[in-house]
């Protein structure tokens, strides 16, 4: 089933931090979309739930150097 999901990230400053978030995501299989937003410190993400559960999506995110605001 896809879901979107808008999850709080810590630790984006700049448009290079959006495009570093949204190339890590965007390696996890299921994912379909991804929008990072430094300003609001925010992404929203389309992806599939069965192939990429949330636990993958916040590793995803932690791994490349980012926090996910719980």
């Given at each position: 089933?896809?879901?979107?999901?808008?999850?709080?990230?810590?630790?984006?400053?700049?448009?290079?931090?959006?495009?570093?978030?949204?190339?890590?995501l965007?390696?996890?299989a299921?994912?379909?979309?991804?929008?990072?937003?430094?300003?609001?410190?925010?992404?929203?993400?389309?992806?599939?739930?069965?192939?990429?559960?949330?636990?993958?999506?916040?590793?995803?995110?932690?791994?490349?150097?980012?926090?996910?605001?719980?």
């Amino acid at each position: 089933m896809t879901k979107e999901l808008i999850l709080s990230v810590q630790g984006m400053k700049c448009s290079g931090c959006e495009t570093l978030l949204t190339q890590a995501l965007l390696k996890v299989a299921g994912i379909s979309q991804v929008l990072a937003s430094a300003t609001e410190q925010s992404v929203s993400i389309q992806y599939d739930t069965e192939t990429a559960p949330l636990a993958l999506l916040e590793i995803a995110i932690t791994n490349a150097g980012f926090t996910v605001s719980k």
